[in-house]
């Protein structure tokens, strides 16, 4: 079962990101930026929008019916957000199988203005055999 996200994880609590809704295949997570997150050019770093995208994606992918790991994740930073923007982060599964699973990954902010597009593969954990030296 998945946990309730900025509750238990520490880098969601350190950041401030927020769960507002999570389903099979789909999670959504809101972010409102802070001053600390600009960079030398008074910019948002584009390290925090991808981390955005990289939460989601990573609650949306376990929402299915086995545990995985992010193999993959390509983020496209389409545009600046302003320093006082809520960003909301959406990812939906697109393809689902035994040996790897795709999603898409958007990020907006409070108006709707794509801020961000990803795209991420996960892999299956492997199930570690317990050898007699356990």
């Known amino acids: 079962m998945l946990r309730s996200g900025s509750a238990v994880e520490p880098v969601w609590r350190f950041l401030g990101i927020e769960l507002i809704e999570i389903e099979e295949g789909y999670a959504k997570a809101g972010l409102k930026l802070k001053p600390e997150f600009l960079n030398f050019a008074g910019l948002v770093h584009g390290g925090i929008i991808m981390t955005l995208a990289d939460s989601v994606f990573g609650y949306a992918v376990n929402t299915l019916h086995f545990p995985t790991v992010a193999c ?3 983020t496209h930073l389409l545009a600046p957000p302003l320093p006082d923007d809520k960003l ?3 990812c939906r599964v697109v393809k689902s199988g035994k ?3 795709m999603a898409e990954i958007s990020v907006e902010n409070q108006d709707g203005k794509i801020i961000a597009k990803a795209t991420g593969t996960s892999i299956p954990l492997e199930r570690r055999q317990k050898s007699s030296n356990d």
């Open 99 to 101: 040996r790897m699973v």
């Open 88 to 90: 909301i982060a959406e």
């Open 72 to 74: 993959q994740f390509n």
